[in-house]
């Protein structure tokens, strides 16, 4: 692995670290703003009113007396996900995906008995994922029934799909791919498929996996190069409204498309990687500096998501 | 921040690192702290000796000490005199050290005790008016003789300076011609330059220098001659003519007209006894401010065991530095912000090889523990509290099985954070959980090289010097973190990252 020069870097106007965090996430977002992106309960309840749906929430543990009602409650469910509210990266997240008798079957297909998601219950309310290791509450959503069309080629996990919301534009968007290195997450620094997706019309672009480039899913065999996503307008015009939502400036919008309710929205995250950058080929900054300059932002969703879908599909 | 607003940051940054450095060199100058650590500096420890016989009566004496020694500045002063009371008078331009006592018999010894500077570079007598000549009436034969010697002087020279430099050369006491030996006789020499130069319209008068020497005792004065060019007094070796105060030589008495006077005495004399010392030119630093006030800008006014807990504090700052340059610059993933710091103030105390073995083999062993008590299914504030105990038990372990073994350093293991080690094991061993070995190798071989970087640089006894009798150095550490949190540029770690993106140029 070799280095490539700054200048270079700069041509190809790939954002950085020191300068998203300094340029973009403290300068456009509110850090008051924060607890509604870092608490996933929050958003839940933040973007219901902007129409932007979610996973349906079964139910909510927020005192250690109550994982005792946790038992009641899943007893006739045949699949769940487990969530720490405050929770960044999915960590914490425990997906049930079916029932073997007594136990249930995670995704990764481990077979565990109650007591374990019991115990996990208590880790999450004890703040063990939670972000500087406060309280926190646990919540349990419905499982999501990935669309068939997406679901061939993540393996195990259900692909999502990350959007870089600035100001209100769709910036830059990914599929992620979970991979058996991955361990079924849809994590990219975990070895999970980023593929990048041209904002314009929905269609794949490149596909990385541990930064490096890669045409086909290691596991699951399939051509990356023809992906396209349904609906892609609407998807777009969903991370959008989040905008309005959160007032945060500069944001990750990840997304599920439900075979039965549509696109869904996962969660939100005030900080969001560099990665998408390197999946799509092309640098964040052109694209930013574009809104940036822009004399008369758009008002509505819509119209920012044809400004986006027209402008960035070049850019 | 936008684009604008960023100009007066960068002044107030400037300003902040100016400040600190100015203050700094202003004190280096001022005051003398010295850059280095081990500078030193020599002290001439001087001691007069006032010997003489008590006549039963009370007595007063009274010594000329030196005020404004030309090269030289004065450090400490003290008598040692048992029965005597002591003061240091000023009068009239010259300080005088005057000891008394009521009734005394027999023979009676008193010391002055001076510590000496040398000042570097050495400076010059300073300005004084010009005083006027005295007037001196001589005797014929003396008066011709006196005069054809001026003359024969005044020929051959063209300044005040020059004459002094002539006369001195022909009023010696070997000199052979006629006029001189009439004058001349071996001990009133000085004494009658100083009356010819006086007669000739110069303003002269005699000083007494002592000739430095290591562990030279039972030294006597030894005379120079003074002229006053307009300026300032100018000194000559009457033996020589050489011009200016030479190296070593402490002139203990200028201007003022009796070396020692003592009433209710007899066979009163001085003698002078002289050692060269070494102090640590931070010492002398340290004693000359607290003489002058500024004192109030330095540590060394606290007590001893609060001055040792701020030399630790003062290197935080230095740790916190690089810990920012190598997330920053270099982007070096760490467990922990500051982690890495609190490990490095350990390995202050330990040193590094043992600092670093007991730290690894705590972090393992509790590793090793932690698994177990993870199958304990336990909420997280017990699990870390227990975390805690197992930590100390393993400290304690290693220590007695170090010392046991004859390693010493294996006690160092205590001065490790035992919370901060705790929080370690318990975050190293979610990460290994979570995300693999991998993951737990990274950050932890990051922190550790930072914490180790950070070390380095806080051990340097250059950097324990400044931080702590600097302190206004902080300020510029202060601006240059300041800068680097508006450090937009790439990391280090960014261009290997990014380098994939080569296929896309």
């Given at each position: 692995?070799?280095?490539?020069?700054?200048?270079?870097?700069t041509k190809?106007?790939?954002?950085?670290?020191n300068?998203?965090?300094?340029?973009y996430?403290?300068?456009?977002?509110?850090?008051?703003s924060?607890?509604?992106?870092?608490?996933?309960?929050?958003?839940?309840?933040?973007?219901?009113e902007?129409?932007?749906?979610?996973?349906?929430?079964?139910?909510?543990?927020?005192?250690?007396?109550e994982?005792?009602h946790?038992?009641?409650?899943?007893?006739?469910?045949e699949?769940?996900?487990?969530k720490?509210?405050k929770?960044s990266?999915g960590?914490?997240?425990?997906?049930?995906?079916?029932?073997?008798?007594?136990?249930?079957?995670?995704?990764?297909?481990?077979?565990?008995?109650?007591?374990?998601l019991?115990?996990?219950?208590?880790?999450?309310?004890?703040?063990?994922?939670?972000?500087?290791?406060?309280?926190?509450?646990a919540?349990?959503?419905?499982?999501?029934?990935?669309?068939?069309t997406?679901?061939?080629?993540?393996?195990?996990?259900?692909?999502?799909?990350r959007i870089?919301v600035f100001r209100?534009?769709?910036?830059m968007?990914?599929?992620r791919?979970?991979?058996?290195?991955s361990?079924?997450?849809?994590?990219?620094?975990?070895?999970?498929?980023?593929?990048?997706?041209?904002?314009?019309?929905?269609?794949?672009l490149?596909?990385?996996?541990?930064?490096?480039?890669?045409?086909l899913?290691?596991?699951?065999?399939?051509?990356l190069?023809n992906?396209?996503?349904?609906?892609?307008?609407?998807?777009?015009?969903m991370?959008?409204?989040?905008?309005?939502?959160?007032?945060?400036?500069?944001?990750g919008?990840?997304?599920?498309?439900?075979?039965?309710?549509?696109?869904?929205l996962?969660?939100?995250?005030?900080?969001?990687g560099?990665?998408?950058?390197?999946?799509n080929?092309?640098g964040?900054?052109?694209?930013?500096?574009?809104?940036?300059?822009?004399?008369?932002p758009?008002?509505?969703?819509?119209?920012?998501?044809?400004?986006?879908?027209?402008?960035?599909?070049?850019? | 921040?936008?684009?604008?607003?960023?100009?007066p940051?960068?002044?107030?940054?400037?300003l902040?690192?100016?400040?600190?450095?100015?203050?700094?060199?202003?004190?280096?100058l001022?005051?003398?702290?010295?850059?280095?650590?081990?500078?030193?500096q020599?002290?001439?420890?001087?001691?007069?000796?006032?010997?003489?016989e008590?006549?039963g009566?009370?007595?007063?004496?009274?010594?000329?000490?030196?005020?404004?020694?030309?090269?030289f500045?004065?450090?400490?002063?003290?008598?040692?005199?048992p029965?005597y009371?002591?003061?240091?008078?000023?009068?009239s331009?010259?300080?005088?050290a005057?000891?008394?006592?009521?009734?005394?018999?027999?023979?009676?010894?008193?010391?002055?005790?001076?510590?000496?500077?040398p000042?570097d570079?050495?400076?010059e007598s300073e300005?004084?008016?010009?005083?006027?000549?005295r007037?001196?009436?001589?005797?014929?034969p003396?008066s011709?003789?006196v005069?054809?010697?001026?003359?024969?002087?005044?020929?051959?020279?063209?300044?005040?300076?020059?004459?002094?430099?002539?006369?001195i050369?022909?009023?010696?006491?070997?000199?052979?011609t006629?006029?001189?030996?009439?004058?001349?006789?071996?001990?009133?020499?000085v004494?009658?330059?100083?009356?010819?130069?006086?007669?000739?319209g110069?303003?002269?008068r005699t000083?007494?220098?002592?000739?430095?020497?290591?562990?030279?005792?039972?030294?006597q004065l030894?005379?120079?001659?003074?002229?006053?060019?307009?300026?300032?007094?100018?000194?000559?070796?009457?033996?020589t003519?050489?011009?200016?105060v030479?190296?070593?030589?402490?002139?203990?008495?200028?201007g003022?007209?009796?070396?020692l006077?003592?009433?209710?005495?007899d066979?009163?004399?001085v003698?002078?006894?002289?050692?060269?010392q070494?102090?640590?030119?931070?010492?002398?630093?340290?004693?000359?401010?607290?003489?002058?006030?500024?004192?109030?800008?330095?540590?060394?006014?606290?007590p001893?065991?609060?001055?040792?807990?701020?030399?630790?504090?003062?290197?935080?700052?230095?740790?916190?530095?690089?810990?920012?340059?190598?997330?920053?610059?270099?982007?070096i993933?760490t467990?922990g912000?500051?982690?890495?710091?609190?490990i490095?103030i350990?390995?202050?105390?330990?040193?590094?090889?043992?600092?670093?073995?007991?730290?690894?083999?705590?972090?393992?062993?509790?590793?090793?523990?932690?698994?177990?008590?993870?199958?304990?299914?336990?909420?997280?504030?017990?699990r870390?509290?227990?975390l805690?105990?197992l930590?100390?038990?393993?400290?304690?372990?290693l220590?007695?099985?170090g010392y046991?073994?004859?390693?010493?350093?294996?006690?160092?293991v205590?001065?490790?954070?035992?919370?901060?080690?705790a929080?370690?094991?318990?975050?190293?061993?979610?990460?290994?959980?979570?995300e693999?070995?991998r993951?737990?190798?990274?950050?932890?071989t990051?922190?550790?090289v930072?914490?180790i970087?950070?070390?380095?640089a806080?051990?340097?006894?250059?950097?324990?010097?400044?931080t702590?009798?600097?302190p206004?150095?902080?300020l510029?550490?202060?601006?240059?973190?300041?800068?680097?949190?508006?450090y937009?540029?790439y990391?280090?770690?960014?261009?290997?990252r990014?380098?994939?993106?080569?296929?896309?140029?």
């Open positions: 692995m070799g280095w490539i020069s700054p200048r270079r870097l190809l106007g790939m954002l950085n670290m300068r998203r965090n300094v340029d996430i403290s300068r456009y977002n509110e850090r008051s924060y607890p509604l992106v870092d608490n996933k309960l929050k958003t839940k309840l933040a973007v219901s902007y129409d932007v749906k979610t996973p349906k929430l079964l139910q909510v543990v927020r005192q250690q007396h994982i005792s946790f038992r009641e409650m899943a007893e006739d469910l699949g769940f996900a487990i720490p509210a929770g990266g960590k914490g997240i425990t997906v049930v995906t079916g029932r073997d008798g007594d136990e249930y079957v995670k995704a990764s297909g481990a077979r565990v008995s109650v007591s374990v019991e115990r996990h219950l208590t880790n999450i309310l004890a703040g063990l994922y939670s972000l500087a290791g406060t309280p926190d509450v919540i349990v959503e419905s499982l999501v029934q990935c669309s068939p997406l679901a061939k080629y993540s393996f195990e996990g259900v692909p999502d799909i870089v209100g534009y769709p910036v968007a990914m599929l791919l979970a991979t058996k290195a361990d079924g997450k849809a994590n990219l620094h975990q070895g999970a498929i980023g593929v990048g997706l041209n904002i314009g019309t929905g269609h794949s490149n596909a990385v996996q541990f930064n490096r480039p890669v045409t899913h290691p596991d699951t065999g399939l051509a190069e992906i396209r996503i349904e609906d892609w307008q609407a998807m777009l015009e991370a959008s409204r989040c905008y309005e939502a959160t007032g945060l400036g500069y944001m919008v990840d997304l599920v498309v439900d075979a039965n309710e549509g696109p869904l996962l969660e939100l995250n005030a900080r969001p560099l990665a998408i950058q390197m999946a080929g092309r964040l900054l052109p694209r930013l500096k574009d809104i940036e300059a822009l004399k008369l758009h008002f509505s969703p819509a119209e920012r998501v044809e400004y986006a879908m027209k402008t960035f599909s070049k850019l | 921040m936008t684009a604008q607003s960023k100009a940051f960068y002044v107030f940054v400037l902040l690192i100016a400040a600190g450095i100015a203050t700094a060199v202003w004190r280096h001022e005051l003398g702290v010295p850059w280095k650590t081990g500078e030193q020599p002290v001439w420890m001087i001691e007069a000796r006032v010997d003489f008590g006549l009566e009370a007595a007063k004496v009274n010594l000329h000490i030196p005020e404004n020694p030309p090269g500045r004065i450090l400490t002063e003290q008598a040692a005199s029965g009371g002591f003061a240091i008078l000023e009068e331009g010259s300080r005088r005057e000891w008394t006592k009521r009734n005394v018999t027999g023979t009676q010894t008193l010391y002055f005790k001076a510590q000496f500077v000042e570079p050495f400076t300005h004084s008016a010009q005083p006027d000549p007037n001196e009436f001589w005797e014929e003396q011709t003789a005069r054809e010697l001026l003359d024969k002087a005044r020929e051959r020279s063209s300044s005040p300076e020059s004459l002094t430099r002539e006369l050369r022909l009023v010696q006491p070997d000199a052979s006629q006029n001189t030996t009439l004058l001349v006789s071996e001990d009133n020499h004494k009658l330059l100083d009356r010819m130069l006086n007669y000739a110069i303003a002269a000083a007494d220098g002592l000739q430095l020497e290591d562990a030279r005792r039972r030294q030894v005379p120079f001659l003074q002229i006053h060019n307009g300026e300032r007094w100018l000194t000559f070796d009457p033996r003519g050489e011009q200016g030479p190296e070593n030589l402490l002139l203990w008495r200028q003022s007209e009796s070396l006077d003592v009433v209710g005495g066979d009163s004399e003698s002078f006894s002289m050692l060269r070494t102090l640590p030119a931070l010492q002398l630093a340290t004693m000359e401010s607290n003489k002058n006030g500024f004192s109030v800008l330095g540590f060394h006014q606290l001893i065991e609060e001055q040792g807990m701020f030399r630790m504090l003062l290197l935080l700052p230095l740790g916190a530095l690089i810990v920012a340059f190598m997330r920053i610059v270099i982007g993933r467990s912000t500051f982690m890495p710091v609190l490095a350990a390995f202050v105390q330990t040193t590094l090889v043992p600092g670093l073995v007991a730290f690894l083999s705590v972090i393992a062993i509790g590793l090793l523990l932690r698994g177990y008590l993870s199958s304990l299914n336990l909420l997280l504030v017990s870390i509290s227990a805690i105990i930590v100390i038990f393993i400290t304690a372990g220590s007695i099985i046991q073994m004859g390693f010493n350093t294996g006690m160092t205590t001065f490790f954070p035992m919370v901060i080690l929080w370690t094991i318990e975050r190293m061993s979610i990460l290994w959980e979570e693999g070995a993951e737990v190798f990274t950050q932890g990051g922190s550790l930072v914490a970087f950070a070390y380095l806080m051990d340097a006894p250059m950097a324990r010097h400044l702590f009798n600097f206004e150095l902080h510029v550490v202060l601006g240059l973190i300041l800068l680097m949190g508006q937009t540029g990391k280090l770690s960014e261009l290997r990014f380098n994939p993106m080569k296929a896309y140029d």
